[in-house]
């Protein structure tokens, strides 16, 4: 059998934690996938998955295995389809899924741009603040914030925006502007409640580290609502600077406590696992990337 096609089922398997789940989504019976694995055990003379209570687990050796199958199975991907890039254009449709605000203030203003470029290709773009399933919903792409929750996504990361703890001038002249970490818990603060969010940060400075728990009267689940009370004063927040860019730039909104340090929000392109990264989507990921990392 083909190394590659034994390598494709094999992380199959691991990401799908089972035999018959694998089979299933490769269209298989279990036998089949069942000798597969045997096969190769059999070849490489090692023992690559083990039973559990919860299913099939890679052992030391099989997580090993598992990391380079994959990267030689999407280098392989990459190469046929840099084969078929070179001799067709964007066409079709593209399916994006991403956050509403992120996508209202950074991606939509620009997309005319990206238009313009590929003619005959059109999108699709799911905008909501949570995560959904990629391969259930038939999306090619997805750009997500913060750490991944699921190592077994095809994801990398285009951008980066510091953190700061933000508010407008108003609420800072009626609350006053902290001057250290620990004052925060004096202030009102608007609590994004979705994953990268919350109460509790962690803040450095140098050899200091500082945790910091914050309160207020007012709990979002959307980064639209964090916007909308923040600029009616409602109190201060902790969130990436990509949330109030244009309100800082123009002094409406300002960042305190510069001179500490909060964890950075990562921006990722996710992929659907299993499925070849198409060119369309690569081709807006590099447009996303060029939009938020501009040259100097």
Same mark, same amino acid.
């Given at each position: ?10 992380? /199959?398997?691991?990401?799908? !934690? ?5 089979? #299933? ?5 279990? +036998?089949?996938?069942? #000798?597969?694995?045997? $096969?190769?055990?059999? *070849? &490489? ?5 083990? *039973? ?6 890679? %052992? ?23 084969? /078929?890039?070179? %001799? ?6 593209? $399916?994006?899924? @991403? ?38 919903? !038939?999306?090619?792409?997805?750009? $997500?914030? !913060? ?6 996504? =095809?994801? $990398?990361?285009? @951008? ?9 001038? =108003?609420?800072?002249? /009626?609350?006053?502007?902290?001057? =250290? ?24 400075? #140098? ?7 914050? %309160? ?28 109030? %860019? +244009? ?28 499925? &070849?990264?198409?060119? #369309? ?16």
């Amino acid at each position: 059998m083909d190394r590659l096609i034994e390598m494709e089922t094999y992380i /199959r398997v691991v990401e799908a !934690g089972s035999f018959s789940m694998a089979a #299933k989504q490769l269209n298989l019976g279990q +036998p089949a996938i069942s #000798k597969t694995i045997a $096969r190769l055990e059999e *070849r &490489l003379g090692v023992r690559l998955l083990l *039973r559990s209570t919860r299913g099939l687990t890679p %052992s030391d050796v099989g997580q090993r295995f598992y990391e380079h199958a994959k990267r030689a199975v999407i280098e392989a991907d990459e190469a046929e389809q840099a084969v /078929r890039d070179a %001799s067709a254009g964007l066409s079709g449709t593209l $399916r994006v899924s @991403a956050a509403v605000t992120f996508a209202r203030m950074h991606i939509l203003p620009k997309l005319p741009g990206f238009l313009e470029q590929h003619p005959d290709l059109d999108i699709d773009l799911r905008l909501s603040d949570s995560n959904i399933d990629l391969i259930v919903e !038939g999306m090619d792409v997805a750009l $997500r914030m !913060g750490a991944l929750q699921d190592s077994g996504m =095809t994801a $990398r990361r285009i @951008a980066q925006s510091p953190r700061r703890v933000v508010g407008t001038s =108003t609420y800072f002249a /009626r609350a006053g502007v902290p001057q =250290t970490p620990q004052e925060l818990s004096q202030h009102q603060a608007i609590i994004y409640s979705q994953r990268g969010g919350g109460e509790n940060w962690h803040f450095r400075q #140098k050899d200091q580290h500082v945790e910091v728990s914050l %309160s207020g009267r007012v709990r979002v689940s959307a980064a639209e609502g964090m916007r909308t009370t923040l600029l009616a004063h409602l109190g201060l927040a902790v969130t990436s600077e990509w949330m109030f %860019s +244009p309100e800082l730039a123009q002094g409406e909104v300002q960042a305190v406590l510069s001179d500490w340090q909060l964890p950075p929000v990562d921006l990722w392109a996710v992929f659907p696992s299993g499925r &070849l990264v198409s060119a #369309k989507a690569r081709a807006f990921v590099a447009f996303v990337e060029s939009v938020l990392n501009p040259p100097d």
